[in-house]
Structure formats: structure tokens, C-alpha cells
T-cell receptor, first 117, second 113 residues
Framework: AQKVTQAQTEISVVEKEDVTLDCVYE???????LFWYKQPPSGELVFLIR??????QNEISGRYSWNFQKSTSSFNFTITASQVVDSAVYFC??????????????FGQGTILTVHP | NAGVTQTPKFQVLKTGQSMTLQCAQD?????MSWYRQDPGMGLRLIHY???????DQGEVPNGYNVSRSTTEDFPLRLLSAAPSQTSVYFC????????????FGQGTRLTVV
């Protein structure tokens, strides 16, 4: 069975600091997808990024960047120059490709990020 | 385009009561799922469906029933609510078998007293 671990339960930073959220996953499958979702205080889940297991290229989107390393089974998320609006719970998730995996996302426990002004 | 709509947003039940959480999507997605979110445990899959008439159990299915009579709707039924079912429930849908991007509803906060 697959597993996703977000070891950081809570992180607190001051505005403009950079912050990295860690995500480590376990799976025996070779084909899978990794996700990050943001859950702001309003409660909805906002999709941030999807990565497939064959694409280890890092990605940058504005202040957000993601570092995918299959060698360490990690998919870390960095926010550069954090802002108060980044305060949220962030979830890392894993989905196996195909077979009986339809609709099955395995989530980490979530990391609560608080950005202070 | 409404996306995934969940109703109600909040609900309080007494132990033993039954109720149905509604989920509807207008994107013609085949794949739909229900998750529950509990503090420190992330989201856990309850049931999922790969199309009308087809459902299967997820990680924590006990105490919940589902059906999928149409592509649009995927209701979650609690037959006899228990305090352990106090949680936030999310419905999700996706258009492809890879479920590569799940669209989530706004969530239903359920309290069982």
C-alpha cells in the first residue's frame, strides 16, 4: 500500500521568508502521480500542481517551486518570499496510475503554514 | 460553471439519525469520490465511483453507503450516525481514468452529537 508523509505538522514564518514544505512518499509502483493541494481558512481544496513519476523536472510557478526527487521519494514544495495569504494547510497526495487506482488519492497528514506579518 | 457542489455545508445530527450528503458535478466527469478529513490524518477515501452504476469501497467505508444512478450525482448516505463520523466531508470528481486532477467541492462539516 502507498503512503504519504508530511513530517512537518505546523510551520510558522514571518512574511518574506522562504519556506519549504516536505513530502515523502512510499509506493512500489513505478507509474504514479504526485499532487499538492492548498486548503485556505475558507476550507476548500485548491489544486496547485501535478507531477507524474516519469517527469523529474523541477517546476516554478511565480513564488512557488517544486522539487521532485525519485531517488529520495520526495516531492517538496517551496514558497519564496512568503505572504500572509499563503497561510493555509497544504496537502501532498499520491495516486497510482491505472488499474484499480481510479479515484484513489492518498493524502499526507497536511502541514499548517502560518505566515505572520 | 458550478463545478462540484456539495450540500449541505453544515449539519448537526444526533447519534442514530440518518442523512444523505449530496454531491453534484456539471462537468460530465465519470470519476467521483468521497473523502473525510480529520485533524492530523489528512483526507481519507470513503467510497469512489468510476461511472454511473459502478461504485467501490475506499479506505474507510464502514458506516457509509453510496450509489451512482447518474453521472452527475454521487450521494453519500449515513445510515445510523455515530460521533466517530464527525468530520469534514469532501466530494471530488475527475474527467479521466488517471484522475490526474481532482476537482473538490467546498466540503460539508458534519457534527454528530
Amino acid at each position: 500500500a502507498q503512503k504519504v508523509t508530511q513530517a512537518q505538522t505546523e510551520i510558522s514564518v514571518v512574511e518574506k521568508e522562504d519556506v519549504t514544505l516536505d513530502c515523502v512518499y512510499e509506493t512500489r509502483d513505478t507509474t504514479y502521480y504526485l499532487f499538492w493541494y492548498k486548503q485556505p481558512p475558507s476550507g476548500e481544496l485548491v489544486f496547485l500542481i501535478r507531477r507524474n513519476s516519469f517527469d523529474e523536472q523541477n517546476e516554478i510557478s511565480g513564488r512557488y517551486s517544486w522539487n521532485f526527487q525519485k531517488s529520495t521519494s520526495s516531492f517538496n514544495f517551496t514558497i519564496t518570499a512568503s505572504q500572509v495569504v499563503d497561510s493555509a494547510v497544504y496537502f501532498c497526495a499520491l495516486k497510482l496510475a491505472g488499474g484499480t487506482s481510479y479515484g484513489k488519492l492518498t493524502f499526507g497528514q497536511g502541514t499548517i503554514l502560518t505566515v505572520h506579518p | 460553471n458550478a463545478g462540484v457542489t456539495q450540500t449541505p455545508k453544515f449539519q448537526v445530527l444526533k447519534t442514530g439519525q440518518s442523512m444523505t450528503l449530496q454531491c453534484a458535478q456539471d462537468m460530465n466527469h465519470e470519476y467521483m469520490s468521497w473523502y473525510r478529513q480529520d485533524p492530523g490524518m489528512g483526507l481519507r477515501l470513503i467510497h469512489y465511483s468510476v461511472g454511473a452504476g459502478i461504485t467501490d469501497q475506499g479506505e474507510v467505508p464502514n458506516g457509509y453507503n453510496v450509489s451512482r444512478s447518474t453521472t452527475e450525482d454521487f450521494p453519500l448516505r449515513l445510515l445510523s450516525a455515530a460521533p466517530s463520523q464527525t468530520s469534514v466531508y469532501f466530494c471530488a470528481s475527475s474527467q479521466n481514468p488517471g484522475f490526474t486532477e481532482a476537482f473538490f467541492g467546498q466540503g460539508t462539516r458534519l457534527t454528530v452529537v
